[in-house]
C-alpha cells in the first residue's frame, strides 16, 4: 500500500475486508461509483457527512494506483 494513502483502511470485520475509508463502513468502491455516475464532491459530502474531500480524493488516487498493474494476455507482441 502507498504510505501516502492513509485513510484508504483495510479491516476483516469492516465491510468484509474492503478498501474502507478511514475505518468507516463506506467502501472505497461505493466512493468510486458515485464519482464515476457524475456526482460531484460537494454532493458526496453532503450525502455522506462523515467524508472529508481528502477521503474522496485518495479514493481516486487508490484506484489510479490499482489500475497501474499490468496486465499479461499470454501473447507476445
Known sequence: MLPHLDRITFNRHIMGGQACIRGMRIPVSLILNLVAHGQQTPDIL????????????????????????????????
Open 46 to 77: 453532503a450525502e455522506y457527512p462523515d467524508l472529508e474531500a481528502e477521503d474522496i480524493q485518495q479514493a481516486l488516487e487508490y484506484a489510479a494506483w490499482l489500475t497501474r498493474d499490468q496486465v499479461y494476455t499470454g501473447r507476445s507482441a
